[in-house]
């Protein structure tokens, strides 16, 4: 019988257990609890959107996982941990490409799995009951300031619900099947699980009364920063600008850093822009710099004049070092050439466009609470997805953000450069 942390029999650690770590069917059985709570994210990478077939398949798969990791012993959830940061997260370090460190992209890759294991390790030391409360607080561990684990979400094509009191009865219920052994009333603790279930289709949300373009840009992101594609990207935006006042579409959206400049400082951009967005409000991604600091902002050109929003929350290790300052700086010095981290803006930005608020959100941010406080009735979100390509990053991206739509009941426009575009609602 497995002990528990809170048992007086609980072992103490030695470091001859760890060849426990090792044998094969704890290896065999974490792989298995990762893959039953990875599917949903591949099944959409690969096309498979088959309403119906995702919400018995998911519906299954995430039960079993779910069951699985209330019961398996401290070293299955180790490897489960293990196994699960590299099936969501193997893209992570994929922009370490793009800096001639290529050769690290396995040791963080490994580091993040490892990370991943502990957490899930942590909470094999309880039992199944208390597991339930270690569970539901995954989503708001943030190793690194990185949040995209969310479990509840592997039900979000499932019958049943992705709040999270509706993610805790279903926990509740298979802790207690767990742990009611061989007792006739044993099955009827699964009964709980219906009070979790959708019974009704929910309606797509009001959109708002402007007609929006949502831009195709598929530059590759060793092209983004190089100079002589520049002035050809430029104009394919402009090009793009062009094609929605052709439409008479009301806005346009392009993606994150669409121009990979400072639009602030290039006048001959700014009023270009500043005389189309008299035909077309022009929402577009481009760096912002104030004299001092260096800003990852979205330009929102509304009849000849500009508003701008800064990004709020940065992405880890990509536009922040998440450490101390001594050490960032040092990573900044070797990795970035001696780069500053970008600024960060203190709250997010509400940008009113004829009437209508959007919350603006760029890339990272846009799966951050922070960035639904209020719950925001629309939301333009823009994100370059180059960085990652091909993985499975603008998928787990998109299931993220129909994810806090729907917690948050906010209608999101995704426009995204090597991604997929979306509208969600």
Same mark, same amino acid.
């Given at each position: 019988m497995q002990k528990y942390f809170l048992d007086p029999a609980y072992p103490s650690f030695k470091i001859k257990n760890l060849r426990g770590y090792f044998t094969t069917i704890y290896i065999i059985k974490g792989f298995i609890i990762a893959a039953l709570l990875s599917l949903f994210i591949y099944l959409h990478y690969f096309g498979l959107e088959n309403q119906l077939f995702l919400q018995v398949i998911t519906?299954?798969?995430?039960?079993?996982?779910?069951?699985?990791?209330?019961?398996?012993?401290?070293?299955?959830?180790?490897?489960?941990?293990?196994?699960?940061?590299?099936?969501?997260?193997?893209?992570?370090?994929?922009?370490?490409?793009?800096?001639?460190?290529?050769?690290?992209?396995?040791?963080?890759?490994l580091f993040f799995s490892f990370i991943y294991g502990m957490i899930f390790w942590f909470v094999g030391l309880f039992s199944p009951l208390v597991r339930v409360i270690m569970i539901l607080l995954l989503?708001?561990?943030?190793?690194?300031?990185?949040?995209?684990?969310?479990?509840?979400?592997?039900?979000?094509?499932?019958?049943?619900?992705?709040e999270k009191w509706q993610f805790g009865l279903i926990l509740l219920a298979l802790?207690?099947?767990?742990?009611?052994?061989?007792?006739?009333?044993?099955?009827?603790?699964?009964?709980i699980m219906i009070g979790a279930l959708n019974f009704k289709t929910v309606d797509p949300l009001p959109l708002p009364k402007q007609s929006i373009y949502l831009s195709s840009l598929h530059?590759?992101?060793?092209?983004?920063?190089?100079?002589?594609?520049?002035?050809?990207?430029?104009?394919?935006?402009?090009?793009?600008?062009?094609?929605?006042?052709a439409k008479k579409y009301d806005i346009v959206i392009l993606s994150e850093s669409a121009f990979s400049l400072f639009i602030n400082r290039d006048e001959g951009i700014l009023e270009k822009l500043y005389t189309l967005s008299k035909e077309i409000t022009i929402v577009t991604g481009g760096l912002y710099?104030?004299?001092? %600091?260096?800003? %990852?902002?979205?330009?929102?050109?509304?009849?000849g004049e500009v508003k701008i929003a800064n990004k709020v929350v940065l992405v880890p290790f990509g536009e922040e070092i998440p450490l101390p300052s001594f050490i960032s700086n040092l990573i900044n010095e070797i990795v970035y050439d001696g780069a500053d981290d970008y600024i960060a803006a203190s709250e997010p930005s509400d940008i009113e466009i004829k009437g209508e608020v959007f919350r603006n959100a760029i890339c990272y941010e846009a799966t951050r609470s922070e960035l639904f406080e209020g719950n925001p009735q629309f939301m333009i979100a823009t994100s370059n997805n180059a960085?990652?390509?091909?993985?499975?990053?603008?998928?787990?991206?998109?299931?993220?953000?129909?994810?806090?739509?729907?917690?948050?009941?906010?209608?999101i426009y995704h426009s995204a450069n090597m991604g997929e575009n979306a509208l969600i609602r």
């Open positions: 519906t299954i798969t995430a039960l079993f996982a779910f069951y699985m990791l209330l019961g398996s012993r401290r070293i299955t959830l180790f490897w489960a941990g293990a196994f699960s940061a590299l099936l969501w997260f193997y893209w992570v370090p994929f922009s370490f490409r793009y800096y001639d460190l290529t050769y690290l992209i396995p040791l963080l890759t989503s708001l561990i943030h190793p690194l300031n990185y949040n995209w684990f969310v479990p509840e979400m592997a039900f979000i094509d499932s019958f049943f619900g992705i802790s207690l099947f767990i742990m009611i052994r061989r007792h006739p009333l044993r099955y009827l603790s699964l009964l530059t590759p992101q060793a092209l983004k920063w190089d100079e002589t594609y520049r002035q050809e990207s430029i104009q394919t935006n402009f090009n793009i600008i062009y094609d929605a006042i710099f104030d004299g001092t %600091n260096s800003y %990852n902002s979205t330009y929102y050109f509304i009849d960085w990652f390509t091909p993985s499975i990053e603008p998928t787990l991206q998109k299931l993220l953000l129909r994810y806090f739509s729907r917690i948050h009941k906010t209608v």
